[in-house]
């Protein structure tokens, strides 16, 4: 008899066992970011890799810093930021006055802070006998006006455009040093990656596409843009026109470890490891 | 003995209690997902109209103005199901009669469990096949500027849809009586009279069933379309245009849409659409596999 009644019981004690279980797990990923020894970094899948790489390194050095560093986009970084579910927001672009006002409502204070610089390479099919572009016909081709090799210092054929999507970093930063905010022809077929471009045109005889510096290879040739090589060099004097600044926007001026994880990526050693990942060190 | 009993009953209610939840958890996502997206999808209306957005034919989400226009996007997923349609049905049903009429015992032990494993490829593995092996294929093959268009993307939807289409079309011709058969062949008819005048008419609300959710399957597919149709939110002329469907749109671009901003509206607004399409093309293939599960007597 009292067993019975004692199993009785327990039945009772774990399903309320289970449901503080549930509770707490609901409840976790809201009381986690709080916690002074962790850092939660997210946002532009091109400052992602110097995140990840920089994170690693500074773990190593710091064990009892535990860093998560997660990609989905500038906005999806600016927005966690806004909600307070990160710490640091990677983005490719400066926030947008939308995006700050939300943030002021908020009670959230944005700061940019600069981690390095990135270049845009205009790239086509290393058989293409184009060499070198203006801005003015790169601006053509990516709006419709020039449609064909021919009219773009190549030997003819149909120039097959390639784009980022319209809602990324790397596609804001092109449309607005290149392309003015001209609409891109809407038949330029728009791919969500760095990577898929740069595969795409190493595939592609009649293909132009963009990409950040650090994904250039010998699959893909680099236009000279204005008669200016993109490199590392031009991008740091100004010379080149299609660089940008890379961000890591944080809540205020960075305090604690994330000040600590800062001063390590703007390093020299850190500012090396940006450029071994293809960027160009602020150095 | 009266706590034996109340501790069995105790027991049994638990049991029944954990598997009720269970089942009514998915009823609860359904209507979670259901609200969530028309929450969200429906303040785009707000700024534009359902018939710009519905027919408009400029996708520019980021611009300002913008332009919200999902007709080429609708289109993009049109065209590439259809081709994807063609693909599927050939094949999988093609080879569903194969493995159930005509394969000798052997075949069909190795045909059918192959087929299925088709269906645990995952839908990147595909995509990626797609884009750097079959898309630069068919571009060299054709002469076309680029291999990543509305062809390619059917063409690996269509295999990818196989399975399921093969799979349950296979399934409803097993389910035609053997006397069916019998009767035909007893009445003179050779092997392929039997097949396409009986058995295929006898299975065919079960082959219907079968391409539709084929069809779904196809529709909803994002990762390979994203990486195969080349993403240019134009209205096609030909299978040899790139395209951009609705579901990689929104792959693609929710990750950097400004959150309550229009094109995040929009983008849920694709969803909702995608959501109803899917939505019909299931409750369509539910009526018919009813219908035809009492036209044979079998109890559904």
Same mark, same amino acid.
């Not at chain 1, 190493?202 to 490199?231: E, M, Q, R």
């Given at each position: 008899?009292?067993?019975?009644?004692?199993?009785?019981?327990?039945?009772?004690?774990?399903?309320?066992?289970?449901?503080?279980?549930?509770?707490?797990?609901?409840?976790?990923?809201?009381?986690?970011?709080?916690?002074?020894?962790?850092?939660?970094?997210?946002?532009?899948?091109?400052?992602?890799?110097?995140?990840?790489?920089?994170?690693?390194?500074?773990?190593?050095?710091?064990?009892?810093?535990?860093?998560?560093?997660?990609?989905?986009?500038?906005?999806?970084?600016?927005?966690?930021?806004?909600?307070?579910?990160?710490?640091?927001?990677?983005?490719?672009?400066?926030?947008?006055?939308?995006?700050?006002?939300?943030?002021?409502?908020?009670?959230?204070?944005?700061?940019?802070?600069?981690?390095?610089?990135?270049?845009?390479?205009?790239?086509?099919?290393?058989?293409?006998?184009?060499?070198?572009?203006?801005?003015?016909?790169?601006?053509?081709?990516?709006?419709?006006?020039?449609?064909?090799?021919?009219?773009?210092?190549?030997?003819?054929?149909?120039?097959?455009?390639?784009?980022?999507?319209?809602?990324?970093?790397?596609?804001?930063?092109?449309?607005?040093?290149?392309?003015?905010?001209?609409?891109?022809?809407?038949?330029?077929?728009?791919?969500?990656?760095?990577?898929?471009?740069?595969?795409?045109?190493?595939?592609?005889?009649?293909?132009?596409?963009?990409?950040?510096?650090?994904?250039?290879?010998?699959?893909?040739?680099?236009?000279?843009?204005?008669?200016?090589?993109?490199?590392?060099?031009?991008?740091?004097?100004?010379?080149?026109?299609?660089?940008?600044?890379?961000?890591?926007?944080?809540?205020?001026?960075?305090?604690?470890?994330?000040?600590?994880?800062?001063?390590?990526?703007?390093?020299?050693?850190?500012?090396?490891?940006?450029?071994?990942?293809?960027?160009?060190?602020?150095? | 003995?009266?706590?034996?009993?109340?501790?069995?009953?105790?027991?049994?209610?638990?049991?029944?209690?954990?598997?009720?939840?269970?089942?009514?958890?998915?009823?609860?996502?359904?209507?979670?997902?259901?609200?969530?997206?028309?929450?969200?999808?429906?303040?785009?209306?707000?700024?534009?109209?359902?018939?710009?957005?519905?027919?408009?034919?400029?996708?520019?989400?980021?611009?300002?103005?913008?332009?919200?226009?999902?007709?080429?996007?609708?289109?993009?997923?049109?065209?590439?199901?259809?081709?994807?349609?063609?693909?599927?049905?050939?094949?999988?049903?093609?080879?569903?009669?194969?493995?159930?009429?005509?394969?000798?015992?052997?075949?069909?032990?190795?045909?059918?469990?192959? *087929?299925?494993?088709?269906?645990?490829?995952?839908?990147?593995?595909?995509?990626?096949?797609?884009?750097?092996?079959?898309?630069?294929?068919?571009?060299?093959?054709?002469?076309?500027?680029?291999?990543?268009?509305?062809?390619?993307?059917?063409?690996?939807?269509?295999?990818?849809?196989?399975?399921?289409?093969?799979?349950?079309?296979?399934?409803?011709?097993?389910?035609?009586?053997?006397?069916?058969?019998?009767?035909?062949?007893?009445?003179?008819?050779?092997?392929?009279?039997? $097949?396409?005048?009986?058995? *295929?008419?006898?299975?065919?609300?079960?082959?219907?069933?079968?391409?539709?959710?084929? $069809?779904?399957?196809?529709?909803?597919?994002?990762?390979?379309?994203? $990486?195969?149709?080349?993403?240019?939110?134009?209205?096609?002329?030909?299978?040899?245009?790139?395209?951009?469907?609705?579901?990689?749109?929104?792959?693609?671009?929710?990750?950097?849409?400004? $959150?309550?901003?229009?094109?995040?509206?929009?983008?849920?607004?694709?969803?909702?659409?995608?959501?109803? *399409?899917?939505?019909?093309?299931?409750? *369509?293939?539910?009526?018919?596999?009813?219908?035809?599960?009492?036209?044979?007597?079998?109890?559904?």
């Amino acid at each position: 008899m009292k067993e019975l009644s004692k199993s009785r019981i327990n039945t009772g004690k774990i399903v309320a066992l289970l449901l503080l279980v549930m509770l707490i797990c609901f409840s976790m990923p809201v009381n986690s970011f709080s916690a002074d020894n962790s850092i939660t970094i997210t946002g532009s899948t091109t400052v992602l890799p110097i995140a990840q790489n920089t994170a690693e390194v500074f773990m190593d050095r710091n064990p009892d810093v535990n860093i998560s560093v997660q990609g989905g986009g500038s906005g999806v970084g600016i927005a966690s930021l806004i909600d307070g579910t990160c710490d640091i927001a990677d983005a490719s672009r400066p926030i947008k006055d939308k995006e700050l006002e939300k943030a002021v409502s908020r009670g959230i204070d944005p700061t940019a802070n600069v981690i390095a610089m990135d270049g845009i390479a205009v790239i086509v099919h290393p058989s293409n006998t184009a060499t070198a572009l203006t801005e003015k016909q790169l601006k053509d081709i990516y709006t419709g006006k020039i449609s064909d090799w021919s009219q773009a210092g190549g030997s003819g054929g149909k120039i097959v455009v390639i784009s980022r999507d319209s809602a990324s970093g790397t596609f804001e930063t092109f449309n607005k040093l290149a392309l003015d905010k001209v609409r891109v022809r809407p038949d330029a077929l728009m791919q969500a990656s760095n990577k898929a471009v740069a595969t795409i045109v190493a595939k592609t005889p009649g293909a132009i596409g963009y990409v950040g510096l650090g994904y250039l290879s010998s699959n893909v040739k680099a236009l000279f843009i204005d008669g200016v090589k993109p490199s590392n060099e031009t991008v740091l004097t100004g010379d080149y026109v299609l660089a940008r600044p890379l961000f890591m926007y944080t809540n205020g001026k960075p305090t604690g470890y994330v000040k600590a994880f800062f001063d390590f990526v703007l390093s020299e050693e850190g500012q090396k490891m940006v450029e071994n990942l293809g960027f160009v060190g602020l150095k | 003995m009266k706590f034996t009993i109340r501790a069995g009953v105790v027991k049994e209610n638990i049991y029944k209690w954990v598997f009720a939840v269970s089942a009514f958890a998915s009823l609860l996502f359904l209507v979670g997902i259901t609200i969530t997206l028309f929450i969200e999808g429906l303040p785009i209306f707000k700024e534009v109209g359902f018939f710009d957005l519905l027919f408009g034919k400029l996708w520019y989400p980021t611009y300002d103005p913008a332009d919200f226009g999902i007709f080429p996007l609708i289109m993009g997923t049109v065209w590439v199901t259809v081709g994807a349609l063609v693909v599927c049905v050939i094949l999988g049903v093609g080879s569903a009669l194969y493995i159930n009429e005509l394969a000798g015992k052997k075949q069909r032990a190795i045909l059918k469990p192959m *087929i299925e494993i088709l269906a645990a490829i995952p839908s990147i593995v595909y995509g990626f096949f797609g884009m750097v092996i079959v898309a630069p294929f068919i571009q060299n093959l054709l002469g076309l500027p680029t291999g990543l268009c509305a062809f390619t993307g059917s063409l690996i939807l269509g295999i990818m849809a196989l399975p399921t289409v093969c799979s349950i079309a296979e399934d409803a011709l097993s389910f035609v009586p053997k006397s069916f058969r019998e009767a035909s062949l007893a009445l003179g008819a050779n092997r392929w009279q039997t $097949m396409v005048r009986v058995v *295929i008419p006898a299975a065919g609300s079960g082959i219907s069933t079968a391409i539709i959710l084929g $069809m779904s399957r196809a529709v909803g597919e994002t990762m390979t379309v994203l $990486m195969v149709t080349g993403g240019a939110a134009v209205i096609p002329h030909s299978f040899f245009d790139p395209v951009r469907p609705m579901t990689s749109t929104i792959a693609a671009e929710m990750g950097e849409a400004v $959150m309550g901003g229009a094109h995040y509206h929009a983008l849920f607004a694709i969803g909702l659409i995608l959501f109803l *399409i899917t939505f019909i093309f299931n409750v *369509i293939a539910e009526t018919i596999s009813r219908k035809y599960r009492l036209k044979l007597g079998l109890s559904g």
